[in-house]
């Protein structure tokens, strides 16, 4: 096969040229050179000379602390008995005292000599003939201090750190930087080891982790953990979780403010509704107590209508009595009169005189009968008219007064009616010719232009635009700029309510503001005015509106306008309402809206159906007013129709109230005959004819003395008859007027104050449930009902008392429970108490809650949710979807490692005959930890479709879920986060061993388990080699020209036969690499034909190293001295 790089010369690459070391473990006070002079070498000697103390100072050169393994040829993997510290003071051996019984440390230097050190490696890159000399220097003051150089030029320690160069205060870092231009001196090793790491074109860290792993390692392993730890990059997962962390805590909080929110709305719930409950109560305790305090004036009130309906009855019974006695005694009256004429006449028997008498009283009651038939005729026409009986008799007569009264009292509600009915008209007169007068305006300023908006807000905007000096299209109202599309004219009602008020908005340029804030401020506009400052891209980058089905999607904005970026982004932001009468579609819509007008905002629903608000005349939108200038001139038509028949109305009732007024008059006329005897004329009739009798028996009878005697015996025992009644009736006269006056007394003393509607109608439900509607027709009945009534009242106030004391106290509790909340909600929520500090849990602050609830329903929860998935959408789902892209981007990073790994291992012979060549590979792995965890990430990351364009909440809710889930588990488990996120685990990795001949794979190796001890070194040794090629860059064409090509391996050839051992060096060499081969003298054969130097390490009195170089010429003339110095030492 070919050699690995056949462009790659063996002058590529930095090469180290030589190493000196000044002050190091048992290389004491002289300057030590190792030349190697860019070839591959040997390093050899007795055990324990000093060849690993070289070998660590390179490896101190070239590998960070943490990384850097010494003493590796010892067998142990990481040796505790030497560092820095103990190579700076030069530990060499223990002595023990037999003075203090304790061992002691031997040490070359000594504090009070203020030794440093000095460890410098010089490399070369003959190709692009570029340098670079990499120092450390070393001195004690108080602790070990470091400095680490790297410089361009080419230094060495005796002229540039020793001979006085070296000073504890610094100076030797200024002189050092003044004499050689870009030379970098810095305490910080990762800092050093970045500025060579770039010089010699190192992939990253694990190339001087590799470094490391090349001087000790004799046998692979575990092939996994080779790969995954030292060829393989360790990604900075950690730092991808945490800023997917901190998109997560920002959603979290935002969740959190949702969750706060609901917590709230749940705690707050029962209390709103204890709240109702609690003031139906209170409410039920004060109409009680009304219903209480206003039973005595309603039940005295119908005490008094039952005492005023007994006292008519007695008023008619007196007036019956009264004017009985009155007949009585104008009876009396004549018969007195007549008995003293009979008297007279008898004592001077005239019967002339008698008869004259007669004559004359004859005449009197003719007066009398003539006078009372005319007021007979006139009751009996005022009776005609009003349609009651004519010549009544005296309980007819009464009769008729309750007809009459009766009648009257329907007139004069009546003619009341009419009253109100005819202000009522004029009043309603009034306002149409008001709103004519309106409509007149409004269609004259709409002929002379073409929008919808009303005329009050017109005049403004003229008052303004004059002040201004621009014209009035400078300052439109929205409305104006936006219509309804002629195609969505059945969704034309729902939209108009929606974007009614925003239509009203006037829309004021940037640089009009000043001017038009001072003008309102300083003038009363006498209506509502809201105006926004639309300012130069003041608008958010445009968005597509959210549904097919959108309101925005049904109108259209007014061409050429410049506020056209300004109405879609407001429009966007505010009314991305979802057109639906699909109650399903508006239910799990976030915004929605039916042809009906019912709306959804999240949680607030709204329909409002209020006069006015869905007539076409009341629209706003639209830049032609045409048809709402029609609907303006049908309006005007039926408000003059309507003005024509208010005006009919009123004449008509004008008419009613005349045709009321003449009955009422008449009725006065009627009811002014309130006695009886002023139209009885009947009686007077009988006595004419009793008169008329005595005159005939007078003038027929002879014995005329006789006729008088008998006459008087007849009128006195009539007189005494009539003395009689009249005795009586004076009886029940004066029962009945004692009757009336204690009824009238007990009328007078009860208090009844008037009762409004709604008092009355508190009485009438309560009497109601007490089936107490009947009225009473008795006192007694009535003071019955009272009792009821009253027992009734005490018992449910004391119930209502107790109920409403027992929901106060669940109210106080709950709200003690809200403003001091359990140790669970205080820990989850620790802003709470910012929102109850204001708040006291008793019940006059139940208004404040409510204003609380409302705030966080209405307002604070929907701001928190559209934040929420504003976040969501814009940050987390972004930061989920780019840390799962690049979680599996590993992967493929890896895989793509593993391809450039196989280009040089396909390019090596592993064995021969026949020959083979080695290939890496990967599969997953079947661990069901990072199994579950792919499972929860692939469940975090969104169905765009499903998300974005189906705005499923639910699914977005899932989504949150599974996100929480994820970061959850990642965040509290850091041992199995940083396993299933360190994408090497999720692979297994082996090599195939396939024949050169046919490509043909036929062996695969896990470990090294199963391979003897040589076949162990060689696969080790070949998947090094390939590392190194990786990380060092040698197989990548921009960097193998100054990449670093050098290693050492010590102990290199223990335990290998010498087939192996050729293997590695002719490996080696196929890598173009300059090696440095550690080991003792008896294995010198094997590396011999490979190398170009011998550097021979000897220990002087166990306590100082030295160290020679030699050309193989050189060391094989002096080969046996060699071998009897290593004996020696």
């Known amino acids: 096969m070919s050699t690995l790089f056949n462009s790659d010369s063996k002058e590529s690459g930095f090469r180290l040229h030589y190493l000196e070391i000044y002050n190091w473990g048992t290389f004491h006070n002289k300057i030590y050179r190792l030349n190697t002079n860019g070839n591959t070498s040997l390093l050899t000697g007795a055990n324990g000379s000093g060849k690993t103390t070289l070998i660590d100072a390179l490896l101190t050169l070239l590998v960070p602390a943490g990384k850097r393994f010494y003493n590796q040829s010892s067998g142990t993997e990481q040796r505790k008995d030497r560092g820095e510290e103990s190579y700076f003071w030069g530990y060499y051996g223990k002595t023990f005292s037999e003075d203090s019984l304790q061992s002691k440390t031997e040490q070359l230097r000594h504090k009070e000599n203020n030794p440093y050190s000095v460890l410098l490696a010089y490399f070369y890159n003959a190709a692009t003939m570029h340098q670079i000399t990499l120092a450390q220097v070393r001195w004690h003051s108080g602790e070990l201090k470091r400095q680490y150089i790297v410089s361009p030029h080419k230094l060495n320690i005796n002229d540039h750190f020793g001979n006085g160069k070296f000073d504890i205060k610094g100076d030797w870092k200024k002189r050092l930087r003044l004499e050689f231009p870009k030379t970098e001196i810095t305490d910080s090793f990762k800092e050093y080891s970045a500025l060579f790491s770039n010089i010699f074109g190192l992939r990253s860290e694990k190339a001087l982790s590799l470094f490391n792993q090349t001087v000790g390692i004799k046998v692979l392993g575990d092939l996994n953990t080779f790969i995954r730890g030292q060829m393989l990059e360790e990604t900075d997962a950690e730092a991808e979780f945490i800023k997917l962390r901190e998109n997560y805590d920002s959603l979290l909080s935002s969740h959190r403010a949702i969750e706060k929110d609901e917590t709230q709305l749940k705690m707050l719930g029962p209390i709103i509704d204890n709240k109702t409950a609690w003031q139906q109560l209170q409410d039920r305790n004060r109409e009680l107590q009304m219903l209480q305090d206003i039973l005595?004036?309603?039940?005295?009130?119908?005490?008094?209508?039952?005492?005023?309906?007994?006292?008519?009855i007695l008023q008619k019974e007196q007036t019956v009595t009264t004017s009985a006695l009155s007949g009585i005694n104008e009876h009396l009256q004549s018969l007195n009169l007549r008995k003293d004429e009979l008297i007279a006449q008898k004592a001077n028997n005239s019967v002339d005189e008698q008869l004259r008498s007669i004559e004359k009283s004859i005449h009197y009651e003719q007066k009398a009968l003539e006078a009372k038939r005319n007021k007979m005729e006139e009751y009996n026409m005022l009776a005609d008219r009003l349609e009651l009986a004519p010549n009544p008799d005296e309980q007819q007569f009464h009769e008729n007064i309750t007809g009459a009264e009766q009648l009257k009292g329907g007139h004069d509600k009546q003619l009341e009616t009419l009253q109100e009915e005819i202000f009522h008209h004029k009043s309603s007169l009034a306002a149409e010719r008001s709103q004519a007068s309106r409509l007149e305006e409004e269609i004259d300023s709409f002929l002379h232009r073409k929008?919808?908006?009303?005329?009050?807000?017109?005049?403004?905007?003229?008052?303004?635009?004059?002040?201004?000096?621009?014209q009035e299209d400078d300052l439109p109202f929205a409305g104006e700029l936006i219509r309804v599309k002629d195609a969505e004219i059945h969704w034309e009602n729902a939209i108009e309510k929606v974007l009614h008020n925003f239509g009203l908005r006037l829309l004021v340029p940037e640089e009009y503001i000043m001017d038009i804030n001072r003008y309102i401020n300083s003038n009363n506009l006498q209506t509502r005015l809201v105006y926004h400052?639309?300012?130069?891209?003041s608008y958010t980058m445009l968005r597509m509106p959210s549904e097919k089905e959108s309101l925005l999607q049904k109108i259209d904005i007014k061409p050429g306008?410049?506020?056209?970026?300004?109405?879609?982004?407001?429009?966007?932001?505010?009314?991305?309402?979802?057109?639906?009468?699909d109650m399903a579609v508006f239910n799990r819509s976030r915004k929605a809206v039916t042809s009906n007008g019912l709306t959804r905002q999240a949680t607030r629903h709204e329909k409002d159906d209020r006069p006015n608000r869905g007539q076409k005349n009341n629209y706003v939108l639209g830049w032609n007013n045409k048809n709402k200038l029609r609907l303006l001139k049908e309006e005007q038509d039926e408000c003059n129709n309507n003005i024509a028949t208010i005006q009919h109305s009123i004449s008509q009732l004008e008419d009613s109230r005349k045709a009321v007024t003449t009955i009422n008059t008449l009725l006065n006329a009627f009811l002014s005959l309130r006695n009886y005897s002023e139209i009885s004329w009947q009686s007077h009739a009988g006595v004419i004819e009793s008169f008329t009798r005595e005159k005939t028996q007078l003038l027929q009878t002879s014995d005329k003395y006789q006729v008088i005697c008998d006459q008087l015996d007849d009128i006195t025992a009539q007189l005494h008859a009539r003395e009689k009644e009249k005795e009586r009736t004076l009886q029940e006269k004066g029962r009945l007027d004692d009757k009336a006056a204690e009824k009238l007394r007990h009328f007078n003393q009860l208090k009844v104050n008037k009762l409004d509607d709604i008092s009355l109608q508190y009485i009438l439900e309560y009497l109601t449930d007490l089936s107490l509607t009947e009225p009473a027709e008795t006192a007694i009945e009535l003071a019955s009902y009272r009792k009821r009534a009253d027992d009734n009242m005490k018992a449910t106030m004391q119930d209502a008392m107790r109920q409403s004391a027992e929901k106060e106290a669940e109210i106080t509790r709950q709200l003690s429970a809200f403003v001091m909340p359990p140790k669970a909600i205080h820990d989850a929520y620790p802003d709470w108490l910012g929102d109850v500090t204001d708040l006291q849990p008793h019940v006059k602050y139940l208004e404040e809650f409510t204003s609380l609830y409302e705030r966080i329903k209405f307002q604070r929860l929907i701001e928190h949710k559209e934040r929420f998935r504003k976040y969501m959408d814009t940050s987390m789902l972004n930061a989920i979807t780019n840390y799962r892209a690049w979680i599996y981007g590993q992967e493929d990073l890896i895989r793509e490692v593993m391809e450039d790994l196989n280009e040089p291992l396909r390019n090596i012979t592993f064995n021969k005959n026949p020959d083979t060549y080695l290939q890496l590979e990967c599969r997953h792995v079947k661990d069901v930890e990072i199994r579950n965890f792919k499972e929860k990430l692939s469940n975090a990351v969104p169905d765009s479709f499903k998300y974005h364009q189906e705005k499923d909440e639910a699914y977005g809710d899932e989504l949150f879920n599974n996100i929480k889930l994820l970061i959850t588990e990642l965040q509290q488990n850091e041992a199995w986060r940083r396993k299933v996120t360190d994408v090497r685990n999720w692979l297994d990795f082996g090599a195939k061993e396939f024949y050169i001949a046919d490509n043909k794979a036929f062996k695969y190796y896990e470990d090294t388990a199963s391979l003897s001890g040589g076949e162990k070194a060689q696969f080790t040794y070949t998947i090094l080699g390939a590392a190194i090629a990786y990380q060092f860059g040698i197989n990548e064409a921009n960097r193998q020209h100054r990449s670093l090509r050098f290693i050492t391996v010590d102990e290199a050839f223990s335990k290998l036969d010498p087939e192996k051992s050729h293997y590695l060096m002719e490996y080696c060499g196929q890598l173009n690499l300059q090696l440095l081969v550690v080991t003792p003298l008896d294995k010198l054969n094997i590396a011999e034909p490979y190398i170009h130097a011998c550097h021979f390490v000897a220990n002087k009195n166990k306590r100082d190293s030295v160290v020679y170089n030699f050309t193989m010429e050189e060391y094989r003339d002096r080969k046996k001295e060699f071998e009897s110095m290593a004996v020696m030492s």
């Open 296 to 312: 005595p004036t309603w039940f005295n009130k119908q005490e008094k209508d039952i005492l005023e309906k007994e006292l008519e």
């Open 451 to 470: 929008n919808n908006i009303p005329y009050e807000l017109i005049r403004i905007r003229q008052q303004l635009a004059e002040m201004l000096d621009v």
């Open 533 to 537: 400052k639309v300012e130069e891209e």
């Open 561 to 581: 306008t410049i506020f056209k970026e300004w109405l879609q982004s407001q429009l966007l932001d505010q009314f991305d309402y979802t057109c639906t009468d």
